[in-house]
């Protein structure tokens, strides 16, 4: 899974989406070759199965879906479909495709494939990690349960038309169709490889794969036949694996790497901001991310409104973005700046210990109590626990601090009085895709409230659960604005049960090497995760 | 010879299935799914408990490790939860670069080693001897993160004489065999030093001196063969230790060896790796020793087998 290890998911960012497109087509000059590093290994790139923070924009150079976003940007737009059309009720999405889009191996594209690529993601023994998000189409629950092999609600009338019928509106649905697990792969040759499909990818997209070393590097050329006329820029990208990021920044220095894929190590922070020269090739980006601390509103003293909210007015926010060199924004509710759906004028509760001292004698808690914190074991989340135990210790509560492995404190967090209290962070939310229905139902909703579930205040609010169903069911396009606002209200009441903190939303920053050309935000494209190589191009 | 040998290798067995049951059994009760790992934050419960399903991970501890045994035995470790690549090919692909750290290591830490420990042996109670042991107290105690920065900062960037980081050509293993041999050299160069101040109190030394031999021919001819044991079998363990991966000097250096493997499935709670990863370094770690005690009766005739 991706979040983990500050991994992620795509997602959105600042409001980045003006300036790309114009900015693209001036600048870029075809050819050339780059050197990307990344720590950890490639694990697949198969579509249907890579959830990390390295494969995620890899698969998107390799395949492609019907949907896709502007180069830089939350905004979708069509990618393998030319056009699409939904109809009034919301619940049949009729994409055309484009003609003449050829996989890698030189066959032509077709309804089939698309067909095929669903029914794959969504059969069981594929073990997509995406299978849920295709929940909303008819037919999803036979396929689930093993008693189908094919989703009823997809029909390919002709070999360029694919109908999708869904079992009830989904607002998100051209969302969900733009995610690496909405790809389309050929059945051929996901047959030949069988489970090593993701050792032997062939997509349509703008780049193949040319060569693989295990646990050294990944070479992608140029598809001179890419179906986009233009793109990509680059005739070969090389990813070597394995590189630490502070020994990458070094070589950066060198002139060896012209992106450390892992981003400027915390330790470095300093030191390359303090510098001009370096400075000026770091490019900074927000991401759909926020961190924060959960209460087990199923434990006490923390089944108490009011206990929560004087957790809320205890923490200062502030001083925990220092800790962090800055590389973030306070926050005061769910939703991250850059997700439509969030309140600008919201102020959430102000940085008031004595307020919060008030808030917990009225809760029968006039000298505090004793409770624990738990947190993931590496730096600089420990540091950050520390600041939140002594924010808490001034208003007299005594949190002891649980240092685990990532994976620990989500077993904790998935465990019903596993865990009273956790700071998030290295595993806080990023939003899937830029739509703030992602920020609720896994994490604050009733369906993540269960044993294994994300949802680690373990609160559950079945009016609020009706009200997001409902503003998912409006699907018009022109009422988006409104479907926004109704989310905004949503996350506002959340914050009146005050079952989080909501601390602070990550910003992303990108270093590149002075031969490195194209628009700032392809450096830290919200849903091409981290860069889009699509779309960048070198000067030299 | 025989009945020694086919004593050793049922040994190995019984260890080696030792080692299974235990790491299968802590890997087991460690408060961490796998599952969760694979299927990721936004799979629903369904999808998690079909992931389990697919993978036999809802059936009973003794019911896994059975089904995990007879693959072994077949020569099958099985599958990564993450990379869903075959074990055995993810070693596999990882090997000649261990091995290739190893031999060069283990060069470094004997060739820094031994020259210290024999000089401080025969130099005993001067500030030599001192200040060779203080050196090896530093290269025992200093990290290897640390040490690999330096080397890597010094040679790599401000010097610019070896590469900074990577695999493929001679001068890649440099640095990283440094480091090793810096640290290893700790430790032989000490079992050295004691293992030589032994041997030259011995009397056939006294008598090797009273024939009129140099100094030199006593020391190599007669002192080193007998000093040398102990470090044959230092080598023995230090294969094994190789084997499982030399986790920190990996990373620094962009080293694809297994420990780089060890590390990121330890991290994700990849169990066929880890188990795959225990089995082969403890596999490694029996199979030296079995071959420096094997050596022994070649360097010491005195010694025999039983």
Request: charged share 20%; with cysteine; aromatic share 8%.
């Amino acid at each position: 899974m991706k979040s983990i290890l500050r991994t992620t998911v795509s997602a959105g960012a600042l409001a980045l989406a003006l300036c790309a497109a114009p900015a693209l087509a001036q600048d870029a000059k075809p050819g050339g070759s780059i050197v990307i590093t990344y720590k950890d290994d490639v694990a697949t790139l198969d579509p249907a199965i890579g959830y990390d923070w390295q494969n995620w924009s890899m698969i998107k150079s390799l395949f492609d879906g019907l949907m896709d976003y502007e180069p830089g940007t939350t905004t979708l737009r069509p990618d393998l479909a030319e056009s699409y059309e939904i109809s009034p009720d919301g619940k049949v999405f009729t994409f055309k495709l484009r003609s003449g889009v050829k996989f890698a191996n030189g066959r032509e594209m077709t309804s089939d494939d698309v067909k095929y690529s669903l029914d794959r993601v969504t059969n069981p023994e594929t073990q997509s990690p995406g299978a849920g998000f295709f929940g909303s189409i008819a037919g999803y629950d036979d396929v689930a349960s093993g008693a189908s092999k094919s989703l009823a609600g997809v029909t390919t009338p002709d070999p360029l038309t694919v109908r999708i019928e869904l079992s009830r509106p989904d607002a998100t649905f051209l969302h969900v169709m733009g995610l690496n697990f909405a790809h389309i792969v050929p059945k051929e040759e996901v047959e030949k490889y069988g489970a090593d499909f993701g050792k032997h990818p062939v997509g349509t997209g703008a780049y193949s794969l040319a060569e693989w070393t295990t646990g050294q590097r990944l070479v992608f050329q140029k598809n001179p036949d890419y179906w986009r006329a233009g793109v990509p820029y680059l005739d070969t990208i090389t990813f070597e694996i394995g590189q630490e990021p502070i020994v990458a920044l070094l070589r950066l220095q060198k002139g060896e790497v012209d992106i450390p894929g892992d981003g400027i190590p915390p330790a470095k922070f300093t030191e390359v901001m303090a510098d001009p020269e370096q400075k000026a090739r770091v490019v900074e980006g927000g991401q759909l991310h926020t961190g924060y601390i959960t209460m087990n509103v199923k434990v006490a003293p923390f089944d108490d409104v009011k206990v929560r909210q004087a957790v809320n007015m205890a923490i200062n926010k502030e001083r925990i973005v220092q800790i962090i060199n800055g590389r973030a924004v306070p926050a005061n509710q769910p939703l991250p700046p850059s997700m439509p759906g969030y309140i600008k004028d919201f102020t959430g509760y102000g940085f008031d210990p004595e307020g919060a001292k008030k808030l917990l004698a009225e809760a029968g808690h006039p000298d505090g109590f004793d409770t624990e914190l738990f947190v993931m074991n590496t730096d600089p989340q420990p540091r950050i626990a520390q600041a939140i135990q002594q924010d808490l210790a001034a208003v007299g509560i005594k949190a002891s601090l649980q240092s685990l492995a990532q994976a620990n404190v989500i077993e904790a967090g998935g465990t019903e009085n596993g865990a009273a209290m956790i700071w998030s962070g290295g595993m806080g939310w990023i939003a899937d895709f830029p739509d703030p229905s992602n920020f609720y139902g896994p994490i604050l909703g009733c369906a993540g409230a269960v044993p294994g579930g994300w949802n680690w205040s373990w609160y559950c609010n079945e009016d609020l659960d009706k009200r997001a169903a409902e503003a998912d069911a409006i699907v018009d396009p022109a009422k988006a604005e409104e479907r926004y606002k109704a989310w905004g209200a949503i996350y506002a009441d959340i914050m009146k049960d005050a079952p989080w903190v909501p601390v602070f939303n990550e910003q992303r920053f990108t270093m590149k090497s002075p031969r490195m050309a194209g628009a700032d935000n392809l450096f830290v494209d919200p849903v091409h995760i981290p860069i889009n190589y699509d779309y960048v191009s070198v000067n030299d | 010879m025989a009945t020694y040998l086919a004593r050793r290798v049922v040994q190995a067995a019984l260890i080696l299935l030792g080692v299974s049951i235990i790491t299968f059994a802590l890997l087991y009760l460690l408060p961490a799914d796998p599952v969760r790992q694979i299927a990721g934050r936004s799979a629903t419960p369904a999808t998690v408990d079909n992931i389990r399903r697919q993978l036999g991970l809802d059936q009973p501890f003794f019911v896994q490790y059975w089904r995990y045994l007879t693959n072994l035995l077949q020569g099958d470790l099985g599958r990564s939860y993450l990379q869903r690549s075959q074990v055995s090919e993810l070693i596999a692909s990882r090997l000649p670069a261990t091995l290739i750290l190893m031999a060069a290591g283990i060069a470094c830490e004997l060739a820094l080693g031994l020259t210290m420990g024999l000089i401080a042996a025969v130099r005993r109670g001067t500030a030599l001897d001192q200040s060779l042991m203080l050196a090896s107290f530093v290269g025992v105690s200093a990290p290897q993160f640390v040490v690999g920065l330096m080397l890597l900062y010094v040679f790599g960037v401000q010097l610019g004489w070896l590469p900074i980081s990577g695999y493929g050509t001679p001068a890649h293993v440099v640095l990283p065999a440094l480091t090793l041999g810096i640290l290893g050299a700790g430790w032989y160069s000490r079992m050295m030093r004691s293992s030589m101040i032994d041997v030259l109190r011995q009397d056939y030394i006294r008598t090797a001196h009273a024939k009129g031999l140099t100094r030199t021919i006593v020391l190599v001819r007669h002192a080193l063969p007998n000093a040398i044991l102990p470090i044959v079998a230092m080598i023995g363990i230090d294969i094994g230790i190789f084997m499982g991966g030399v986790v920190v000097v990996e990373s620094v250096f962009g080293w694809p060896g297994i420990g780089q493997l060890t590390w990121q499935a330890i991290q994700r709670v990849d169990i066929p790796i880890i188990m795959g990863v225990t089995l082969v370094s403890a596999f490694a770690i029996v199979l030296g020793n079995l071959i420096a005690d094997l050596a022994a009766p070649f360097i010491d005739p005195r010694i025999r087998l039983r």
